[in-house]
């Protein structure tokens, strides 16, 4: 596919935010955007493991999965990586980084379970993407799904002094809310074209 | 079709164990601690092999903080001052630590783990503490739903404890319980007695523990406790003492007052006890007798809730409005309070208004 990486960051951010035009990874956005500390904790861990994972699953899925024509374990073998490479992270920042590891430690295992990581692997696949263009991807990807679940923390947090009636509270706001925002972000997503 | 299967079965567990070796090795490489030191109280060291919560630590080492949850992070009762190495404040902990606790430097001990050598700061009451079997040699109704549970010590061979703490039973998986639990109750006989300890324990409806307890335990089956714990003990000073009750909160009162007895105490008492009817009051022969054998004690029980059939001829109401009658100087008074949390919270406002120190009052309080 012939669109320049840069343009596939940007749009993975905005246009095409995986969260808001895909829908993925709407569980924990919606259980962890209650305070804004908290979900920024979350953002930048779906935006490290995103930026990684998806190199690591470009080369698996190019060097070993293609060239053995094993192309139907693609789910099961980026789901293993997804899962080992959060368990690794998680080790290695345990022991090297306490103070980032208290803030994003209790969100890394949530991370495994998040389908936006593994739909990024997908599209990647898809949409026949060269190295940088995936990894980049990736990037933006996760920067989109932080901008998200930050735009949604702050807007709730606002929410909680203010007076919702009974039917709408909760889960009900929330997903009204991520809709509004949603055609927002989608609204210029004929700028470009990357899907 | 069969280079394929052959293919899968290659490239999933190739791919699988590549992946399980990696985490075996970042296992030993990171996880690896290496031998940690916990100073206790700038006097003992323990030598421990570090990756492990605090509190399980301590618990391997034979020392036991209050923990009812089982090292969950839900009941708050293991925390424990540290003073060096427990990294920073966790999010986990923040509910049980108010802006003092974090001042000082108190800590959840089952929530932070032993990563490097640390410093910590514990009651000396703690090293008391001991994991005790003992065996159910009587159980006795006191009123319909209060019983009396005399446990003899098994192993190690004597407790040694003071008038008014507490011990925590653990009751075993049962049929309607798939964890152990652990209770707190206080010990109500006289502490004089190292070979045994008494409980008043009152059934709650539906409750894990008093379930089995109450419908579970025979005579001559075998419980294991943790204790003793708590700081509800009897000062020596020379005041005078107010003793408030209600329901089982009987039982570390009746220890103390055993106690004083037993050590011919001249200090003046006055022993108020809270119920709903008659049939709620028991060891009423036992305070008397007591009002006989110390010099200046008097039992005053208090009905709430007085039937015609109680032909009750006492005080009748809530405790609070009888204390200006018994308190002779509240200066020099110093209250010891047993019983549900709302209880306790309305004696201590009562008493303050009277004007007793806030310092002088000593409670337990079991949610």
Known sequence: MEVNP??????AIFTS?????????????????REVESSIGLGLAVFFVLTFTTAINYVIYHFILVPLQLVYLQYIIFIIIIAAFVQLIEMIIERFSPVLYYTLGIFLPLITVNCAILGVSLFMVIREYTFIQSVLF????????????????????????????AGLQGAGLSLIITGIMALGFIGFSGIVIIQ | MIILIVNTVLIVSGITGFLALLLVIA?????????????????KELKVKGGSSLLSLLNENKIF??????????????????ISGAGPLLPTEKPFLNAADIAAGIRLSCQIKVKEDIAIKIPESIFNIRKFTAEVTDIVDLTYDIKEFTLKIIKPEVINFKAGQYVQLQTPPYEKSRQSVNRAYSISSSSSREDQIQLIIRYVP???????LFQYLKQGAQINFTGPFGDFYIRDTDNDMLFVAGGSGKAPIKSMLEYLSENNSTRRMVYMFGARSRKDLYYTELFEKLEKELPDFTYVPVLSQPTEECEWQGKCG?????FPEYIRDPQKTEAYLCGSPGMIAAVIKGLKELGVPEDKIYYDSFA
């Open chain 2, 65 to 82: 903080l209050a923990s009812a949850c089982g090292g969950r992070g839900t009941c708050g009762f293991c925390k424990c001052e540290v």
């Open chain 2, 27 to 43: 296992d030993l490489l990171f996880a690896n601690y290496g031998e940690c030191t916990i100073s206790i109280n700038g006097k």
């Open chain 2, 206 to 212: 539906d409750g894990v523990c008093t379930t089995y």
């Open chain 1, 138 to 165: 990736g990037a933006g990807s996760g920067l989109g799904w932080l901008l998200a679940i930050l735009a949604l923390a702050g807007i709730r947090q606002k929410i909680k002094y203010k007076f919702v009636p």
């Open chain 1, 17 to 33: 935010n995986i969260l808001l035009t895909n829908f993925l990874g709407m569980c924990s956005f919606l259980s962890v955007s």
């Open chain 2, 318 to 322: 809530y405790v609070p409005p009888f």
């Open chain 1, 6 to 11: 840069l343009i596939i960051f940007i749009a």
